[in-house]
């Protein structure tokens, strides 16, 4: 060891002016307790020199083998492991290399020398023992305040101290005096707040010594030795440190050699040019001017030469050595460290513009170069297998020592992670190639420590969280474009926007258009720099490594890539190799670690956020990698069971997603997969029909279900909590809104499920505990909504759901609670007033799909008609709507009448047409009043004037504008209707006193002018033609007086002006196999046969168009497989009709289509036949065929010659015209034999008759009604008007309207159109007597004024209602 200076005999110790109480005990001789003291004061100076200081390195990162678990790796093992690895690496060593740090230590104190060559000291060393472990480090202290007291300094003693150490690591005699001074110093700071006040207050001229501004001659030996004690100080002192400005003269001595270097190529290409244009003008300047600036050229050529060589000359002063270089790295990362000072942030900023990433990336690139490294240089040779070289190279070649990477890389990787947390400063970063030193970090995974490779991923996981927030990857260039333009547009009208990208440009960026600029140049950055392929497949690489520390953090910085424009490249290599990375991801979900099973799932979820990575996933067999773990009977409670299902629910997701965030911290995967499950099944649009299937052909639907309701035991609802609880409620309803879940899964548990929520989530509906959020809200009453609909959808479309959770509710007695659910509320003030309403619409729904309704009435538009009788039919029925309309009619009526909801109306109105579904509800809800509460759907009178908007083959007559007005908001209200209120007026036609209750109400007007209006939206109008199909197939041919001018449903159905025919024909020709098609196609064909029992009337306009066309296209289908049974059956009923027309008029056509074959073919089914043979009360199909073809035969007998005289069209016309004009014909005459009536009695009827006509003539005459008013075809049929029930017969001159030219019900007398008769005259009551049993006895009875055969054909009883 060096002597001491002869001026400082204490040996850097402070003066020991007064002796202190134990040095008396050592003797009361001056001399022997001087000699006995230095003696000491000699050993613990020789002590200490062989130990190291830490120098508070500590309070910089990591600087120990401790890694995140909290385990610490032994050295001896660590070594050992370090063998290995290199020795699998191909690297091959000596049993030298891993020679304990004691044998080290042993002999380096075995040299007695105090050389400098080490550059760095032992407090240096990364993994070293003695500067990491707590312990050791706190027992050599308490040795140190055991040998140097200073407990009782002055503040004289204790600043003289601090200055006298200070001055010992400026001088550094000794490289281990230096290190001792130095802690010593920190160990007075520790004890003394006076101390730290001196270092304060000299902080300025130490930072002004150690750090000189201006480089032009080197820098002092003592300003590069004082750096290690800034260094060390740094941690503690940055706050003032900082704000001194230190940074910016480190960062200039760090890259002063490369501005040299810099300086020297840029001359070097700029004199040749220079020199070149001396010589051009060699002739034109004097001679010794010329010299004189040739030789100024060379001076400053040879005095950058100089300094270059200088600066590489290691004796000389403008020479940075290696450790000076790692101090000042050392003193950057203390100040940028957050737990330092609270300046971190300017500090980064400072660092990155003051080019302070030049050297920190040059440092971090030297890993894998030919970086010679003193204290490595001369460790064990290996040999290079890498490039088949046999040449001897050390460790130190690689920047890596025995055990992993050097000091200043370390130190560097901890700078880069500080920086990288500023994401202003993301883009400097990128283009210093920051990423780069790192990856080559990463790719030497083999042979170094976990801990050095967990460090290198933490600073690229920070990297890629930036890159992530400033990648914009779901925008494309015009999006993000536009999004800026929208930014910029808020920052400017609104003061309190606040920007979420505010952090992302440096401070000095302040003008919204450079901001952008800085943005797009990121987003570039990120594109060509940092997202590439060969980053990525070192990332995937460390998958296979098995250390859980480092499969962790690749699969962090891979979660972050994946979310930025590094998606595809991160999707091919890990779907690479067969599948063989996701493999291995896989294998870790299960993990025991709670971070790695989160880490695992997110990146797994991240990359199915596209088609492509769920297509590649399910290509490379994931889900047979799944199934294992959600399989088995145990399964469902278990967290694997969860984890796995939320890959599969994430592999289901439709389209382009959302990002998924990586927060190890987050909630757990159980609440993760209700968030996503209820995110994906509630997205507006297709996207949840999508999963759904999707969730089908993975075939995992059935796990999900049993996750949410838990088959296994269904008391577990209990033990969910409430929001589990709202929430499996409402994806239970989404997922069964698709048929093939209803269908295939099982319903049971789910049934079980939804009812125990109706129940326990009324009873906080009825307490008002609805939640305290918005949020909360909305799913709580989305809960009892979607409990009440997921029944009605299984009801609905599960075989036999009807039964199944009708009983389910009767088990479970919930009807109250329904019925409470349907109670809407009144005041509209109530906050919950909307949410309420959805649930009766809810509750409405849910009725309705439980009302039993007959099959034949249930599903026309099936494939096969029903096995039961109509009778069997009915009473399967009547037992469940009885009960329902006992406690649900009345409640489902009030919210018909006067709810506010157009949804739940139509619910409520499809309910109430689904309890009319038999004779005897119907009239039970009639007696409650269900027909004036069905008709207060429609507009009031007055009905649609002429010319409404939308009627087809009307013109506009109105003028009046508040007319029109009014008509305009009626054809408005009429558009609104839904369908379901024209399915309740088809109900209510069941029964005689409905039919009469539909027409004395003037529903079927409105149902006639609905049937001709166009809403413009074609599916909106086929389905609400054909439930009016509905209504006309079953009130067709009813007669009632009390309807107005027109008593014949029959007037208003075929009227001229509208031709309904036509339309009725259309709907059954269209085409489409929806089944809101079917079911119009069929309610249009049962209408127009129905309406074929008019024969006269309807059988030729439907001929006319093309209902027989339609009629065998409908029954040759039938052999081909396109025409289902219950279609069937009214296509040969009016085919039947048509065949019956009098005369064989229309058989031709049969013949022309060609309906033999087809006929026989269904008559001769020995199918038809047997599966209905047990169905009594309906006509098999096959007979119908048969009197169809009997019709055919007949005719062609009749014709003669094999031939018959069929009428075409105009000449069908004609013949109705002439039979309606004959005042006696032969079907009357066969239908009064058939009723029983004596021959004489129709002679005599028949002569009175055409008296009571000439009588009412002349009558006519004398009252001085003229024939000419009435007009031309009235006077065309003869003096009396022939009352058939027509709207002629009526004096209705233009149709108008349905209920056109009513009587003025509020003039005091009015006159019929009729008569002309006043209302007070006694023949005008005999004429209404007259009509009124002309109706009651129908089209068989011609009106008359009185006679004995009258009176003999009523007592016959002839009423149509017997």
Same mark, same amino acid.
């Given at each position: 060891m060096a002597a001491q200076p002869p001026h400082d005999p204490n040996f850097g110790l402070p003066p020991e002016e007064v002796p202190h109480d134990w040095e008396f005990n050592i003797g009361d001789d001056t001399f022997k307790r001087v000699v006995t003291v230095g003696r000491s004061n000699l050993d613990f100076l020789a002590r200490m020199e062989g130990e190291t200081a830490t120098g508070g390195d500590d309070q910089n990162g990591k600087?120990?083998?401790?890694?995140?678990?909290?385990?610490?790796?032994?050295?001896?093992?660590?070594?050992?492991?370090?063998?290995?690895?290199?020795?699998?690496?191909?690297i091959k060593i000596s049993d030298e290399d891993i020679l304990s740090d004691d044998d080290e230590s042993k002999k380096e104190d075995s040299d007695d020398s105090d050389d400098d060559s080490s550059v760095y000291s032992a407090s240096e060393a990364p993994n070293g023992p003695g500067g990491a472990a707590n312990e050791e480090e706190e027992d050599e202290n308490n040795m140190l305040d055991n040998d140097w007291d200073t407990s009782e300094w002055t503040m004289q003693e204790i600043e003289s101290a601090c200055q006298t150490l200070v001055r010992e690591c400026e001088l550094k005699s000794s490289k281990k005096r230096q290190e001792l001074s130095i802690r010593m110093l920190i160990r007075l700071l520790d004890r003394h707040q006076e101390a730290v006040a001196y270092i304060e207050k000299v902080s300025e001229s130490l930072l002004n010594k150690a750090f000189p501004g201006i480089l032009v001659d080197g820098i002092a030996p003592e300003a590069l030795n004082l750096s290690h004690c800034l260094a060390a100080l740094a941690p503690r002192f940055a706050d003032s440190f900082s704000l001194l400005g230190p940074i910016a003269r480190v960062c200039k001595i760090l890259t002063n050699e490369m501005d040299l270097a810099a300086q020297l190529l840029q001359w070097r290409y700029k004199v040749r040019r220079l020199k070149r244009e001396l010589y051009a003008i060699k002739d034109d300047i004097a001679p010794d001017r010329w010299i004189r600036k040739k030789m100024t050229l060379n001076m400053k050529s040879d005095d950058l030469n100089k300094k270059w060589r200088q600066m590489h000359d290691a004796t000389h002063s403008s020479s940075v050595p290696p450790d000076v270089t790692l101090s000042h790295l050392k003193f950057l990362l203390a100040l940028c460290t957050p737990s330092n000072t609270k300046h971190a942030s300017e500090n980064r900023d400072e660092v990155v513009k003051k080019h302070g990433l030049l050297p920190i990336c040059l440092c971090l690139k030297e890993v894998g170069e030919d970086y010679m490294d003193p204290?490595?240089?001369?460790?064990?040779?290996?040999?290079?297998?890498?490039?088949?070289?046999?040449?001897?190279?050390?460790?130190?070649?690689?920047?890596?020592?025995?055990?992993?990477?050097?000091?200043?890389?370390?130190?560097?990787?901890?700078?880069?992670?500080?920086?990288?947390?500023?994401?202003?400063?993301?883009?400097?970063?990128?283009?210093?190639?920051i990423h780069e030193g790192l990856s080559k970090i990463l790719a030497h995974q083999p042979i170094l420590p976990a801990e050095d490779i967990c460090m290198a991923l933490d600073a690229m996981d920070m990297i890629g969280s930036n890159a992530l927030k400033s990648s914009n990857v779901a925008m494309s260039e015009e999006d993000y474009v536009a999004y800026e333009q929208e930014k910029r547009s808020r920052l400017f009208h609104d003061e309190n926007y606040v920007d979420s990208d505010a952090d992302d440009c440096p401070s000095d960026v302040e003008d919204e258009g450079e901001k952008a600029i800085y943005r797009r140049e990121t987003r570039k950055a990120i594109i060509n720099l940092l997202v590439l392929p060969s980053i990525v497949s070192k990332l995937t690489l460390l998958l296979e490594v098995p250390h859980a520390q480092i499969f962790l953090g690749s699969v962090m910085v891979l979660h972050k890539?994946?979310?930025?424009?590094?998606?595809?490249?991160?999707?091919?290599?890990?779907?690479?190799?067969?599948?063989?990375?996701?493999?291995?991801?896989?294998?870790?979900?299960?993990?025991?670690?709670d971070k790695i099973c989160l880490a695992c799932l997110n990146l797994l979820k991240q990359l199915s956020t596209r088609q492509a990575g769920r297509d590649g996933m399910v290509t490379s067999k994931i889900a047979d990698m799944l199934m294992p773990l959600i399989s088995g009977q145990d399964a469902t409670p278990s967290k694997v069971f969860t984890l796995a299902l939320n890959v599969f629910v994430a592999l289901a997701q439709d389209g382009v997603t959302e990002n998924v965030g990586l927060d190890l911290n987050g909630p757990p995967p159980k609440q993760v997969l209700y968030d996503d499950l209820l995110r994906i099944f509630t997205t507006p649009g297709s996207s949840p029909t999508v999963s759904i299937e999707h969730l089908l052909d993975l075939k995992v639907m059935n796990f999900v279900i049993n996750f949410l309701v838990r088959p296994e035991n269904t008391a577990l609802y209990f033990n969910l909590t409430n929001q589990h609880k709202q929430m499996g409620a409402i994806i239970l309803h989404r997922i069964f809104l698709h048929k093939e879940c209803c269908r295939t899964m099982p319903v049971g548990p789910a049934m079980q499920y939804l009812a125990y929520n109706i129940q326990h989530m009324f009873t906080f509906f009825m307490e008002g505990h609805f939640g305290h959020t918005t949020k909360e809200k909305?799913?709580?009453?989305?809960?009892?909504?979607?409990?009440?609909?997921?029944?009605?959808?299984? &009801?609905?479309?599960? =075989? /036999?759901?009807?039964?199944?959770?009708?009983?389910?509710? !009767?088990?479970? +007695? *919930?009807?109250? #609670? %329904?019925?409470?659910?349907?109670?809407?509320?009144?005041?509209?003030?109530?906050?919950?007033?909307?949410?309420?309403?959805?649930?009766?619409?809810?509750?409405?729904?849910?009725?309705?799909?439980?009302?039993?309704?007959?099959?034949?009435?249930?599903?026309?538009?099936?494939?096969?008609?029903?096995?039961?009788?109509?009778?069997?039919?009915?009473d399967n029925c009547l037992k469940t709507l009885n009960r329902l309309i006992e406690q649900m009619a009345k409640p489902l009526m009030a919210i018909v009448h006067g709810?506010?909801?157009?949804?739940?109306?139509?619910?409520?109105?499809?309910?109430?047409?689904?309890?009319?579904?038999?004779?005897?509800?119907?009239?039970?809800?009639?007696?409650?009043?269900?027909?004036?509460?069905? &008709?207060?759907?429609? =507009? /009031?009178?007055?009905?649609?004037?002429?010319?409404?908007? !939308?009627?087809? +083959? *009307?013109?506009? #007559? %109105?003028?009046?504008?508040?007319?029109?007005?009014?008509?305009?908001?009626e054809v408005a209200v009429l558009l609104d209707l839904d369908a379901s209120a024209f399915t309740l007026v088809a109900s209510l036609c069941r029964t005689p006193a409905g039919k009469h209750a539909v027409q004395t109400t003037g529903m079927l007007r409105r149902c006639v002018e609905r049937f001709h209006l166009d809403s413009g939206v074609k599916g909106v109008d086929l389905v609400v033609r054909g439930e009016i199909s509905g209504v006309f197939a079953k009130i067709a041919n009813t007669h009632t007086i009390e309807s107005g001018n027109a008593g014949s449903t029959n007037d208003y159905i075929l009227n001229p002006n509208y031709n309904t025919v036509r339309i009725l024909i259309e709907l059954v020709r269209e085409g489409g196999n929806t089944l809101f098609y079917r079911r119009s196609r069929y309610w249009a064909t049962a209408a127009l046969a129905e309406l074929c029992h008019d024969t006269m009337r309807a059988v030729p306009l439907i001929v006319k168009f093309g209902g027989v066309v339609e009629f065998s296209r409908v029954i040759k289908g039938f052999k081909e497989g396109r025409t289902p049974e219950p279609l069937l059956r009214p296509a040969l009923t009016g085919m039947f009709r048509i065949a019956k027309y009098p005369l064989g008029g229309y058989v031709g056509k049969l013949f022309e289509e060609g309906m033999q074959q087809p006929l026989v073919a269904i008559a001769s089914n020995v199918r038809l036949r047997m599966d209905y043979a047990d169905v009594l009360d309906r006509t098999p199909l096959g007979d119908f065929a048969k009197d169809i073809l009997f019709c055919m035969s007949e005719a062609k007998l009749h014709s003669g010659n094999g031939g018959f005289g069929g009428m075409g069209e105009d000449d069908s016309v004609g013949e109705v015209k002439r039979m309606e004009e004959t005042k006696w014909d032969k079907d009357r005459v066969d239908m009064w034999k058939e009723m029983g009536v004596n021959e004489d009695v129709v002679v005599a009827v028949q002569g009175q008759e055409e008296e009571e006509e000439e009588d009412y003539g002349e009558e006519l005459e004398e009252e001085g009604v003229d024939e000419g008013e009435e007009g031309g075809e009235e006077k065309k049929a003869g003096d009396a008007i022939p009352l058939d029930g027509t709207y002629a017969s009526m004096g209705v001159s233009t149709m108008g309207s349905l209920a056109a030219e009513l009587p003025n019900e509020s003039a005091e007398c009015a006159q019929t159109r009729v008569s002309k008769l006043d209302a007070e005259d006694p023949r005008f009551r005999n004429e209404l007597r007259r009509r009124k049993e002309y109706y009651e006895m129908g089209s068989s009875y011609r009106l008359h004024r009185g006679g004995e055969a009258r009176k003999s054909v009523t007592e016959k009883g002839t009423k149509s209602s017997d």
């Open positions: 600087t120990s083998l401790e890694l995140r678990d909290g385990g610490e790796i032994d050295e001896e093992e660590a070594r050992k492991e370090r063998a290995k690895r290199l020795k699998a690496a191909g204290v490595t240089l001369d460790s064990a040779s290996v040999v290079s297998n890498r490039t088949g070289s046999t040449a001897t190279v050390s460790l130190g070649a690689l920047g890596i020592n025995n055990m992993g990477l050097i000091y200043p890389h370390q130190v560097a990787c901890k700078l880069v992670l500080q920086i990288s947390q500023e994401r202003c400063l993301l883009y400097p970063l990128l283009r210093a190639r890539f994946a979310s930025t424009q590094a998606y595809n490249h991160v999707l091919i290599e890990i779907i690479s190799l067969a599948g063989r990375p996701l493999e291995k991801i896989v294998e870790n979900l299960p993990s025991g670690d909305l799913i709580f009453f989305g809960s009892i909504q979607g409990s009440c609909r997921g029944l009605a959808q299984i &009801a609905k479309y599960s =075989p /036999d759901g009807d039964m199944l959770v009708m009983r389910k509710i !009767g088990d479970m +007695n *919930i009807y109250k #609670e %329904i019925e409470e659910l349907l109670s809407f509320p009144s005041v509209r003030m109530d906050d919950s007033y909307v949410p309420k309403i959805e649930c009766s619409d809810a509750a409405a729904r849910l009725v309705g799909s439980i009302a039993r309704v007959p099959v034949s009435e249930r599903n026309p538009e099936a494939d096969k008609e029903s096995t039961l009788s109509l009778k069997d039919d009915v709810c506010p909801s157009k949804s739940a109306v139509a619910n409520a109105t499809s309910a109430l047409a689904n309890l009319c579904s038999t004779n005897a509800t119907c009239d039970a809800l009639l007696d409650m009043g269900l027909a004036k509460i069905a &008709a207060s759907l429609f =507009p /009031d009178k007055p009905s649609i004037l002429e010319g409404a908007k !939308g009627m087809k +083959n *009307i013109e506009d #007559e %109105i003028y009046d504008v508040q007319a029109r007005d009014k008509r305009d908001n």
